[in-house]
């Protein structure tokens, strides 16, 4: 069993639609819970973290964490045409100072039609 | 404009051939990673740097090797023993205690 599941799609919604991304994982000690976007051949950027369980906004996308469940997700409000990427979730367990302990999905390929 | 720069975009290597990637950063951040993405994978690390003069390996090292003379450069060499070189290989950097990394734009690596 892979450490983080996340469903390859791909996803494809029309514009204005919410969207709904998520990872699943097994590994308990996890305590902070990143989504990454990645466009067509370009690095990964870092849209949001959260730490523990609970929700986080910002703008149009919402993280939500619930670790009794180890399910985390991303909402997408209002989507856009530009939302169309690969979004991955990364996860890790903050024991260490810096980011080598990381654990990613294999990322969920979105496209919002107009 | 700080950011991470990898050079090349696309590269193609021999069988046998030792070949180095190259990462620059200018955010003057401590911590440098190499990571490695193939289709229906995760991301998996490949060597990190905390620090000039020191790396450790990740999950995936055999194969490659890195050098971390200045704290603005990590360089990847994939050589002759990767036995699955293809794929696209992504340098990221963080400053310390912060959490997710900064990723440049890939090299994509084809063996020929």
């Known amino acids: 069993q892979k450490e983080v599941e996340q469903d390859p799609g791909p996803l494809s919604v029309p514009e204005g639609a919410i969207v709904s991304l998520n990872c699943t994982y097994s590994?308990?000690?996890?305590?902070?819970f990143m989504w990454y976007r990645q466009y067509s051949r370009k690095g990964p950027e870092l849209l949001m973290y959260?730490?523990?369980?609970g929700n986080k906004e910002d703008g149009r996308f919402t993280a939500q964490v619930d670790k009794s469940s180890k399910y985390i997700s991303l909402f997408i409000r209002d989507s856009q045409p530009s939302d169309s990427a690969t979004y991955l979730c990364a996860m890790s367990g903050g024991l260490s100072y810096n980011n080598n302990d990381m654990r990613f999905g294999a990322g969920t390929r979105l496209t919002v039609k107009p | 404009d700080g950011g991470i720069t990898q050079s090349p975009k696309y590269l193609f290597r021999k069988e046998g051939q030792n070949v180095t990637l190259s990462c620059e950063q200018n955010?003057?951040?401590?911590?440098m990673y190499w990571y490695r993405q193939d289709p229906g994978q995760g991301l998996r690390l490949i060597y990190y740097s905390q620090i000039v003069n020191d790396f450790q390996k990740g999950d995936i090292a055999e194969g490659y090797s890195v050098s971390r003379e200045k704290k603005e450069s990590f360089p990847l060499t994939v050589t002759s023993a990767q036995k699955n070189p293809t794929a696209f290989y992504l340098c990221?950097?963080?400053?310390?205690?912060?959490?997710?990394?900064?990723f440049g734009q890939g090299t994509r690596l084809t063996v020929v």
């Open positions: 955010l003057n951040h401590d911590a």
């Open positions: 590994n308990s000690a996890f305590q902070y």
């Open positions: 959260t730490y523990s369980s």
């Open positions: 990221a950097s963080s400053p310390p205690g912060r959490r997710g990394a900064f």
